[in-house]
């Protein structure tokens, strides 16, 4: 990250001082921050219970913030008149809409998720004329006091505020946090001047980070063109998944064993590592496939060693005539298919017979060998400038563990 001369750091502070002010800090600014409790900033509205099945991205009078989206897609901060936020179907709307309607700068909290990420939270902003609710499985907050826009998006995403939650956070299989529980968090701030740079300083990245997601968009984009036209060829094998390669279930670990860093990294549902541990239990280039929430369907190749959690299926090749890479290539391409294999509306699944009888279309070894030679190519382009994210993601993520308290 470039050095930036307004920034000063306040390590060597007093005890006091050092409590209410951030290790990073614009130089402009020596006041102490001032902290509330819950309550005393915020006012908890009611969301709705709509599920997934519930919702469009065509039309309709009212949007929806959904946990899902708020845990995945969502950034800190929502712009509710973009396409990216479903609309509650008529019918549904007209039938069981009771819930509050929400404003911008109003926050909503996801209070399930399959890990720790319980508790992230999106801004809402740009609502003009528009009607939004919060959904299911979230806490919807009114701010009682004025806040720089943005601010607050950033503040509850941060590790100050969301360690705060960790104690609260409840369950194993699935972690939640309740409104009761929720209030008993305090909320740390600075003058408005100051939380409006703050808030200006990260959106400045949060448009790098926009750019690039949009060139590895690009690439994707590419990648799924040329994956059309090589896997299009009628010249195949058409085979049940369980004739390539066994499914195998992992195994689960408490939420609380898991460290930040590690030797081997927890795949457990998500897109994403969960965790870190000490062992492994899954061998380097393996398919693995989500088995359950959000992502489920998500297909990845993990060319490392890595422990398999509960919600993760992985592929281990027994067709002498299929080749790994070449696999995985045609199960990313046609993901949106394995992910319509799911069952369930709160926390959705796929069972494991119906992976083992999704079809895939198997061409001679030479011509997998040809496929995955050029799709390689094209994909090691695309993971240079998604390293280039990650550069910036990492950041970001320290900016935010060192600009809040």
Not at 145 to 170: C, E
Not at 267 to 275: A, D, E, Q, T
């Amino acid at each position: 990250m470039e050095k930036n001369e307004n920034i000063v750091t306040n390590a060597n502070k007093s005890g006091h001082e050092k409590r209410n002010i951030p290790t990073l800090r614009f130089k402009e600014f020596t006041t102490l921050w001032e902290q509330k409790s819950f309550d005393e900033v915020f006012c908890i509205l009611t969301n709705n219970t709509f599920s997934r099945a519930e919702l469009n991205y065509n039309s309709g009078v009212c949007k929806n913030v959904h946990y899902g989206d708020v845990l995945i897609r969502f950034p800190a901060h929502i712009d509710i008149s973009s396409s990216d936020v479903p609309y509650i179907n008529d019918q549904s709307f007209n039938l069981k809409l009771n819930c509050s309607l929400l404003q911008s700068g109003d926050i909503v909290i996801a209070d399930t998720a399959e890990d720790f990420t319980v508790g992230k939270a999106t801004e809402i902003e740009n609502k003009k004329n528009m009607k939004v609710s919060a959904g299911l499985h979230t806490i919807p907050c009114r701010p009682k006091i004025k806040f720089s826009p943005r601010y607050l998006g950033y503040y509850i995403n941060s590790p100050a505020y969301h360690n705060q939650l960790i104690p609260f956070i409840q369950g194993i299989k699935v972690s939640s946090i309740s409104k009761t529980l929720i209030r008993k968090t305090f909320i740390s701030f600075p003058s408005i001047f100051e939380q409006s740079k703050i808030a200006t300083f990260l959106s400045c990245l949060d448009k790098k980070i926009e750019v690039q997601n949009k060139i590895i968009s690009m690439y994707e984009t590419l990648i799924k063109g040329l994956c059309d036209l090589l896997l299009s060829n009628t010249n195949t094998v058409i085979l049940p998944l369980k004739s390539i390669a066994t499914i195998n279930k992992g195994q689960q670990i408490n939420g609380l064993a898991l460290a930040k860093t590690g030797e081997y990294y927890y795949l457990n549902g998500g897109i994403s590592p969960s965790g870190y541990v000490q062992e492994y239990n899954t061998s380097e280039n393996t398919i693995s496939i989500s088995e359950g929430g959000n992502s489920c369907g998500f297909v990845a190749y993990n060319t490392q060693k890595f422990w398999s959690g509960g919600h993760c299926y992985t592929l281990k090749i027994i067709n002498t005539k299929c080749r790994s890479k070449f696999l995985y290539f045609y199960l990313k391409h046609r993901e949106k298919d394995i992910m319509q294999l799911r069952v369930g509306s709160g926390l959705p699944n796929i069972q494991k017979r119906s992976l083992e009888n999704f079809a895939v279309a198997l061409p001679s070894v030479e011509k997998q060998c040809y496929i995955e030679h050029i799709l390689e190519c094209i994909t090691a382009k695309k993971e240079i400038e998604t390293d280039l994210l990650g550069q910036f993601q990492s950041q970001k993520k320290f900016l935010l563990s060192k600009m809040f308290i």
